[in-house]
Each structure stands twice: as C-alpha cells, then as structure tokens.
C-alpha cells in the first residue's frame, strides 16, 4: 500500500534562498508524525511547500497516495485529500464557516465541529475577520475538518489558544485522526508544535527534529520531545529504533 505522503529529497527554496535541503519522510495510513526544530529552520515553508503555496518552489519527489503532486496546484492537492491548518490563518471576506461548509456539502458536520471547539455564533461571520487569535486558530482546526482530509498538515495548532481551549484542539484533532476518511483511509498527519501539547491527545508515531531545514533525526517523539526540553534542538545519540 502506497504511503499517503511521501517526500523523497525535497529541497523547497524562495527566489534564490534556500529553506529547506533533502527532506525524506514517509506518513503511512494511521500515522502522526510530528515536525519539531526551532524558529526559522523551515517548518512552516515545508509544510506549504507540500500544500503547493506560493512563492514556495520545490524539487525531489512529494506523492500523495501514491501520485506524485510536486507540480499540482493547491485545488488538485486539497481534492486529492491534502489539507493544510495554518499558523497564521488569513482573514477571508465573504467566506464563512457556514459557507465553507455547505461548498464543502459538510453541513451536517457544522454545529458538532463548531460546539466541539466553543465557537457558537462564530460560524457565519467572515472567516477571521474580528476574530480573536485563539478563535482563529479554533475556528481553521474547523475548516480543515470540514475538508474531510485524508493527509492532515497542522502548523502549531496551539499557538495562541488558551489553556482552557487547548484540550479541546487537542481533542478536535485527536477525533478528526482517529476517525476514518469517507473512502475508509485511515487519516494521516504531519503536525508542527513547539510546546508538545499535542502528544497528550492522539497516539504520535513518529518524531522529526530539523535544524536548518534538514531533518537531521526521526525516531519516538515522545523521546525526542524529552531531550529537547533537556537539551534544547540538539541531536540525541540515537537510541534503538531511531534514524539519523
Ligand atoms: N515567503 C518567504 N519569503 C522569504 N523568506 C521566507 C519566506 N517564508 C519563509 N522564509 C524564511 O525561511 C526561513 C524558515 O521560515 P519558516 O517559517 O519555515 O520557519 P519555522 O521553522 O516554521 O519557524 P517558526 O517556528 O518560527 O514558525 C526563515 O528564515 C524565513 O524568514
């Protein structure tokens, strides 16, 4: 059975700057793999180069289920089940979650989501427009559900969120991945976080450390999430089972 994201030495650059060098990572079906590495190592363009964005430009191979994508633009990623929750959501006039959601023919799927992560009377306004940054970053773990997603890309789902709303990201995501895709996929994700919450909430396979936009480690990302608060973004000496 083919991966559903495989990315076989990506390099993603921004005009003539170079982010990210030789990236290689495989996220079977059922798998959560987590992305750590400090700010500005190239996290956050990896994650857009995948889902096609511009000014992102990549080279090496990124498939999805099998079919490589490395040259699609974003609509052809998202229908192919790709869909990106993003650090800093934009503010989208005339599109609300109501609006995203009967597009999307997920409008049974609204109140559920919208009450799982306290955003009642949020779903027809614009999409961020006045929206707190802690509803915002509720309100795009929303979005990307309604998307019904079979490969799920999450940049810092926690940053701005409450202590109070966290456990309920958590818990949105943890549902969203545990719950099988309409074809029967099992869900796969790649999640950024700095702070590690989301350990707490689903079952995470694999742990990525990057540094200057190599992934210089891969092993069990609750391991690895202990050595970093030790030690900081320093490469562990691998224990049994880890790649380097
Ligand atoms: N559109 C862009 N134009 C120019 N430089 C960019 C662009 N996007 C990213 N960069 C640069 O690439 C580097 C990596 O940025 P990126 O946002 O991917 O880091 P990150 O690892 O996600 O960091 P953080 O943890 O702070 O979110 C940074 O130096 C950033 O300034």
Redesign the pocket.
Known sequence: MANLLNLVDVDVD??D?A??RGVNLEVAQGETHILF??????????L?AVMGLP??RTSGTIELNGESIGDAPVDVRARGGLALAF?RPPSLRGVSLRGLARALDALNELDAAVAALDLEGLAVRDLNAGFSGGEIKRSEIVKLALQRPTMCLF??PESGVDLEHIAAVGAAIGDLLATPADDGTRRGALI?T?TGFILDYLRADVGHL?LD?RIVYSGEPRELFGHIQRHGYTVPSAPAGASV
């Open positions: 921004v005009d700057t982010i990210c590495g400090p700010n500005g190592c190239g996290k956050s363009s990896l857009s000014p992102y650090q940049d810092e950024i700095h990057m936009g």
